[in-house]
């Protein structure tokens, strides 16, 4: 009776820190139903009751897994597939503290005892609701671990639900295979312990990785945006400019004064020479993303002090990669990487200069950009993950390149040192 009672409480308590966390993961603001915590906890209760069992299964894992993934999906109004993602890193959280439990418990007595001493099951619950509720406290585990969750794409992330889901059941088999030898011994539980710790850990530096390359891609997109809005301004602008520049010629017609005229001369002279970029160089570029972002990053290098030269082909006029949105955005998180590395680069050099050709050639299109450098370049190891000649925080960038392009065989890169100038190439397939 008094086991019975004590299997209700710590269900209800396991319930309530697991959704405490997982409510955190999700960093939900949302008033929350009564009755639908009430109708879930008892649902919840239930079934633990019936899985539990002094030697646990895998099945029970598992059928108890679901049950909290229904009941969340329920209480939180999310998508089942959001709950199961969410519910599984709970989970192998509980399933880490069980596992630290058991173990410390192990070094002093013997598992039939723990097993079967209502103490060992005060002890043991207490410590892992304690070591749930306390992690999930911790500003890493919402704010990386959250973070990762709110911008899974969750139709098209299948490897990151199916990961958590496989974790989940790799982990109750190890319980199924390890309670047949009835864990009496202290390598057993280390055989339970340490693949779970490193699944959590895989899990985690996972999770960390991720979130580096998402926060990157959210950048790219915001810049996309830009990009697109700031070709419509362009256009307007150049209008502006041509009849601003009319006005201006009619009124230097009609004043006499020399000092009027020098002044207005003046301006005119400004004027041409800070649209040249526009009118000259990028008028060959479609609109779709690549002329604002390619007007937008030589503004940049202008304001570091970089001489820059561009050489875009008349055939260029004709691009179809805007008129595919997607493909454009691929090509403009590629090209804005590639020349927001070679402005870094070049501002740090003596000569501080970047080159921009875009030309086609055999059903190809060619974007190559040039820039100086100080120091050395390791060709060989520059698309490594975090290899990079700026510090710390950098390095990700071209690595980030170099997964995009593995994923679609339309795009190559070439990177070489060419007479002082370090040279990257992509060539896409129309």
């Not at 990386?144 to 990151?160: A, D, M, P, Q, T």
Request: aromatic share 12%; hydrophobic share 45%; glycine share 4%.
């Amino acid at each position: 009776m008094i086991v019975n009672a004590l299997k209700l409480f710590f269900s209800a308590c396991l319930f309530f820190v697991e959704g405490f966390a997982v409510c955190r993961l999700l960093g939900s603001n949302i008033p929350l139903s009564k009755k639908k915590i009430i109708i879930s906890c008892v649902c919840w209760i239930l079934v633990c009751l019936v899985a539990y069992q002094p030697i646990y299964s895998s099945v029970a894992q598992i059928v108890m897994f679901i049950t909290l993934s229904l009941a969340f999906s329920y209480v939180f109004q999310i998508s089942l597939i959001k709950a199961f993602v969410s519910t599984g890193i709970v989970h192998l959280t509980v399933a880490l503290g069980d596992s630290i439990g058991a173990l410390t418990l192990s070094l002093f007595f013997e598992l039939n005892q723990i097993r079967e001493s209502i103490l060992f099951l005060l002890i043991g619950n207490i410590f892992v609701i304690m070591f749930t509720f306390l992690l999930s406290l911790m500003p890493f585990y919402k704010k990386k671990l959250g973070s990762f969750l709110s911008k899974i794409n969750y139709n098209n992330e299948k490897r990151v639900i199916l990961y958590v889901l496989l974790a989940i059941i790799f982990i109750s088999v190890i319980d199924l295979k390890l309670t047949s030898k009835q864990l009496l011994y202290l390598n057993d539980m280390l055989v339970v312990l340490i693949p779970i710790m490193i699944l959590f850990v895989l899990l985690i530096l996972y999770i960390f990785e991720r979130n580096k390359y998402q926060t990157l891609n959210s950048q790219y997109e915001a810049l996309f945006t830009h990009a697109t809005s700031l070709e419509s301004w362009l256009e307007n602008e150049r209008l502006s400019y041509h009849e601003y520049k009319n006005q201006l010629a009619y009124i230097r017609s009609i004043v006499e004064e020399k000092e009027a005229i020098a002044y207005i001369d003046s301006i005119l002279q400004e004027s041409f020479e800070n649209s040249a970029i526009i009118d000259t160089q990028i008028a060959n570029i479609p609109k779709g993303g690549m002329k604002g972002l390619i007007f937008y990053k030589l503004i940049q290098a202008q304001r570091k002090g970089i001489d820059s030269y561009v050489s875009i082909s008349p055939k260029m006029s004709s691009l179809s990669v805007g008129k595919d949105i997607e493909k454009s955005k691929t090509v403009c998180r590629i090209f804005g990487i590639l020349l927001d590395n070679a402005i870094d680069a070049a501002a740090e050099s003596d000569k501080r200069r970047i080159s921009l050709e875009m030309y086609r050639l055999d059903q190809k299109l060619i974007f190559v950009v040039m820039n100086t450098f100080k120091g050395d370049v390791n060709v060989a190891k520059i698309q490594e993950k975090g290899y990079t000649t700026k510090g710390k925080g950098h390095g990700n960038g071209l690595n980030y390149v170099k997964n995009i392009i593995a994923r679609d065989n339309r795009y190559t890169l070439q990177t070489s040192l060419i007479g002082g100038y370090y040279t990257q190439k992509v060539t896409i397939e129309e």
